[in-house]
């Protein structure tokens, strides 16, 4: 099972970008079984991976405060799929952003069992 995150890149203050992040089975006989919360986190240049908002299953967000309003989760259960739309971006938001997923995942020899499973990041920079 993996996580795949695209739509990372170079915005000009005031911009916008729109994360997408896949959660996919691994070609190696595992399987999704479900999902529960999905999220996105960031991690600035030199600082800790931060929260920045999380959805639940039936589409229940969380966000940190300092990307209310600004900042919009969504989710899209059947394709396992998390978008992160960031609006008004400022230079104070470039950081590596990370999703994340709670899962179940089951193969022919396991039976279901949880994973915290994270994509691989993508890189967003806010700078004229």
């Known amino acids: 099972v993996q996580l795949q995150a695209s739509g990372g890149g170079l915005v000009q203050p005031g911009g916008s970008l729109r994360l997408s992040c896949t959660a996919s089975a691994g070609t190696d006989g595992t399987y999704i079984l479900s999902i529960n919360d999905m999220g996105w986190y960031r991690q600035p240049p030199g600082k800790p991976r931060e929260l920045v908002a999380t959805?639940?299953?039936?589409?229940?967000?969380n966000y940190a405060d300092s990307v209310k309003d600004q900042f919009t989760i969504s989710r899209d259960n059947a394709k396992h799929t998390v978008t992160l739309q960031m609006n008004s971006l400022r230079p104070e938001d470039t950081a590596r952003y990370y999703c994340?997923?709670?899962?179940?995942?089951?193969?022919?020899?396991?039976?279901?069992?949880?994973?915290?499973?994270w994509g691989q990041g993508t890189l967003v920079t806010v700078s004229s």
């Open positions: 994340n997923a709670a899962l179940l995942w089951y193969s022919i020899s396991h039976s279901p069992r949880p994973l915290d499973a």
């Open positions: 959805i639940t299953s039936s589409s229940n967000a």
